[in-house]
């Protein structure tokens, strides 16, 4: 129990493109999930948190115009990189969360290389 | 701000021996500490975790060890194998919610040498 899946698994994209990278519960409902960014050899960066139907709580200095976040449905977060630039190349994963007290043990995708030329 | 410390960056210890890796926090809020297991390219994996009103958890190799006056925790594996060769990552959150964020400690890889 308690899968997530992330996709695309991989992604290379031209600078100035806008890439979407999704995220699913597959297996619970997620009533919360998270995405962080981890740079090579560097410990996971809390981007932003996302409650399904509401607005995503971002992090201090995460752009929320760049990093777009959506939490449609209690299975799928989305997270769009806008006009991405090579600084954003980095290790996106997502976490997700039944969103019941003591249960949010991090439930994390498999992550998403994106490499921005 | 780093609200957990975690120690030593890296490490490499023999087939059989113990890895022990250190954490230290800062939040008293904190009361739920996860351990993860990432291996490249790959997403973090719950490895064990601990409340801080047990001293001691134990599954498998795996073992955590928690120190609540002295806000310190850590992890030993022992028996080590070179399959445990990964980066592992402390963390730190608070469960009274519902879908609180992790704080992680800043990893630790770990060689196991056969």
């Known amino acids: 129990g308690a899968v997530v899946s992330q996709h695309p698994s991989r992604v290379i994209c031209k600078s100035g493109t806008s890439v979407k990278i999704e995220c699913r519960s597959l297996?619970?409902?997620?009533?919360?999930m998270f995405w962080y960014r981890q740079f090579p050899k560097q410990s996971l960066m809390l981007m932003a948190t996302s409650n399904e139907g509401s607005k995503a709580t971002y992090e201090q200095g995460v752009e929320k115009d760049k990093f777009l976040i959506n939490h449609a449905s209690l299975t799928l977060s989305t997270l769009t990189v806008t006009s991405a630039h090579p600084e954003d190349s980095s290790f996106y994963i997502c976490?997700?969360?039944?969103?019941?007290?003591?249960?949010?043990?991090?439930?994390f995708g498999p992550g998403t290389r994106l490499t921005v030329l | 701000q780093q609200q957990v410390k975690q120690s030593p960056q890296s490490l490499i210890v023999q087939k059989g021996g113990i890895s022990i890796i250190n954490c230290a926090y800062e939040n008293t809020a904190f009361d739920y500490f996860p351990w993860y297991q990432q291996f490249p390219g790959k997403g973090p994996a719950l490895l064990i975790a601990i409340r801080p009103d047990v001293s001691e958890k134990k599954e498998g190799r795996f073992t955590i060890s928690f120190n609540k006056s002295a806000k310190q925790f850590s992890l030993h594996i022992m028996d080590s194998q070179p399959g445990d060769s990964a980066t592992y990552f402390c963390a730190a959150t608070t469960i009274k919610a519902a879908g609180n964020k992790l704080t992680f400690g800043g990893g630790t890889r770990v060689l196991v040498k056969p």
């Open positions: 976490s997700a969360s039944p969103g019941l007290a003591g249960a949010n043990v991090g439930f």
């Open positions: 297996d619970f409902q997620a009533t919360t």
